[in-house]
């Protein structure tokens, strides 16, 4: 065991240069590892280095974001890889030299290049990530669009005395971009900020876990004759779980129904498969297909404050029958004491966004009581460390 800091700084000098490659390391023996690194970083620094981090870490997002409108990714994409001068860097990209050295200065300070000469850089591994197109591009660019509503918070508050957000028209967003539109709405008139969500919704799924139809006993619950509807799937895309859900169980008598907003049911490309139907709707306007045997509603509840998920609910409500079943498939927000800091910072997205919130499993349950539902079994699930939640709810 170390006995002193020097001691302890020669272990770790010595494993950094034992380290196995990145691609031979496990997910959860990496994350073990990183947890105990953070905590030893906790314990070791002074309190300038988290006040500075408070203070300057936005700077990395910004910069990357200049790099990319520069073209500064794509070159290096281009060229594969390879060192680049600063007057060859120069002569591939937007902008003056004198700007480009500063910006590649930057971006070497946080080893996205390393400068291999006072005026040469070496792309390492992420300056390969952030190119225009990438799905981590996407990311940056989607996150610079929202750093526009995290600048106004403040000013949100001062002038509303400091209350929670409720109203999924009255958030921060709206403040920041000076719109009386939903966010939805808003992005559906900006095409490219559009297309830079899909992207990163897209990349989330990954992190999505197990099919609710892998967690619930489809066979045993969910039998129908053949001329009801089986399931709706309520803010369900493109189609993506509903369409598994077919492909898992093609035989399951019963009609599918998909339902989202019409530009988004209006962007589906291929067909869907034979006994799927879509519709364009919104799940605020009366519920179009009544008595189905279930009602699905996938991470789309999280988007809205509980005024408006109250209303959405309603409407399942209204046509659900007595042996319907709702299910609501969510992120769930920790009750520990000790909530990592990512769930507690999109905990806090949600909220410049959409006046929304990340709930806890017990406000889940709340918002289902008010809402009429009684709820019945609950399966959670950690996924990537991101918490969720299935519900299975009747009419009380
Ligand atoms: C976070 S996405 C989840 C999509 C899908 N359920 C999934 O898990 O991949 C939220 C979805 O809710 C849809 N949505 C938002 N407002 C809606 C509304 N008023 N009516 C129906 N769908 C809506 C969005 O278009 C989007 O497809």
């Not at 002569?91 to 080893?111: H, P, Y």
């Not at 996407?138 to 509303?160: C, G």
């Not at 609501?328 to 919130?357: G, K, N, R």
């Amino acid at each position: 065991m170390a006995s002193s800091l020097s001691d302890l700084t020669s272990t770790l000098t010595a494993a950094l240069s034992n380290l196995p490659p990145p691609d031979k390391i496990q997910d959860a023996e990496r994350m073990q590892l990183l947890g105990v690194i953070g905590q030893l970083q906790v314990a070791l620094e002074p309190p300038q280095v988290p006040i500075g981090r408070f203070c300057f870490s936005h700077y990395g997002i910004v910069v990357i974001r200049i790099a990319q409108g520069m073209g500064i990714f794509d070159a290096f994409a281009e060229s594969q890889g390879k060192d680049m001068t600063l007057k060859e860097l120069s002569s591939k990209v937007k902008g003056d030299e004198k700007l480009l050295r500063r910006i590649m200065r930057f971006l070497s300070s946080q080893n996205i290049f390393k400068q291999t000469a006072s005026e040469s850089y070496k792309p390492l591994p992420l300056a390969m990530v952030f190119g225009n197109g990438s799905a981590p591009g996407d990311m940056i660019k989607h996150f610079h669009n929202n750093m526009q509503v995290t600048a106004k918070l403040f000013e949100y508050f001062e002038s509303n005395g400091y209350k929670n957000p409720e109203d999924a028209y009255d958030a921060p967003f709206q403040l920041a971009y000076n719109t009386k539109n939903h966010y939805f709405e808003w992005l559906s008139q900006n095409p490219t900020i559009q297309e830079t969500f899909n992207s990163v919704m897209t990349q989330s799924q990954q992190y999505r876990g197990a099919d609710w139809f892998e967690i619930y006993p489809v066979q045993e619950k969910l039998q129908v004759s053949p001329d009801r509807v089986l399931l709706v799937d309520i803010g369900g895309g493109v189609g993506h779980d509903i369409t598994a859900f077919k492909k898992r169980f093609p035989d399951l008598p019963g009609r599918l129904v998909l339902e989202d907003l019409p530009q988004v049911i209006d962007t589906i490309k291929e067909p869907l498969p034979e006994g799927i139907t879509a519709i364009g709707h919104s799940m605020f306007e009366p519920q179009p297909v009544s008595g189905a045997k279930a009602y699905y509603l996938r991470t789309v509840l999280h988007d809205f404050p509980d005024k408006q998920a109250l209303e959405a609910l309603a409407r399942i409500r209204d046509v659900m029958t007595d042996d319907s079943i709702l299910f609501v498939h969510e992120h769930t927000m920790s009750d520990d004491l000790d909530v990592p800091p990512m769930a507690a910072t999109l905990d806090i997205h949600m909220m410049e966004i959409f006046s929304s919130l990340e709930r806890t499993e017990k406000e889940w349950v709340a918002l289902l009581e008010k809402a009429g539902f009684k709820v019945g079994k609950v399966w959670n699930e950690d996924s990537f460390g991101q918490f969720t939640a299935l519900f299975e709810a009747t009419l009380s």
